[in-house]
């Protein structure tokens, strides 16, 4: 489905970050490792974070929403179907992590790139550079934990 209007890039950021947030949560309580525990519940706090950010920016913007149409976006391009992956121990639960991560960045890259608004596509830049910097965290901690 494409994301053509203010409203619908706003729903999805916030429905992307939600899932992940509530995906983070879920695998604190499957993760062994301390430090991946650690970096997870970062990781939820941070979604719940930019969760609240989102839903502030969108109803603070809501005059603006319907002022110009947006192309170029499609949910189809960021969507991760999570009941297909399997997480039977850390390293898997790492790369489900860095998965939800690398989604998020694309789409907030993509998102800021092509949003009208310029006080909007500046919040979406600076979540996508924290996603950018989760990303190297998570793969560091590949390297380095598992």
């Given at each position: ?12 950021a916030?429905?992307i ?23 997870l519940q ?17 109803r603070?913007n809501?005059?603006e ?9 499609r ?25 939800l ?6 789409f ?16 979406f ?22």
């Amino acid at each position: 489905m494409a994301l053509s209007t203010f409203g619908a890039i706003m729903g999805f950021a916030a429905e992307i970050v939600g899932q992940a947030r509530d995906t983070y949560k879920a695998l604190i309580e499957k993760a062994k490792n301390p430090t991946l525990k650690e970096v997870l519940q970062e990781l939820a706090i941070e979604k719940g974070k930019n969760h609240s950010l989102i839903e502030k920016t969108r109803r603070e913007n809501v005059t603006e929403m319907i002022l110009e149409p947006v192309t170029g976006l499609r949910e189809e391009d960021y969507e991760v179907d999570l009941k297909g992956l399997e997480q039977k121990d850390d390293a898997d639960l790492l790369r489900l992590a860095l998965i939800l991560e690398q989604r998020e960045k694309t789409f907030f890259q993509d998102a800021s790139a092509k949003l009208p608004l310029p006080e909007v596509a500046r919040i979406f830049r600076k979540i996508s550079r924290k996603m950018e910097e989760d990303v190297e965290k998570l793969q560091r901690l590949g390297l380095n934990q598992m």
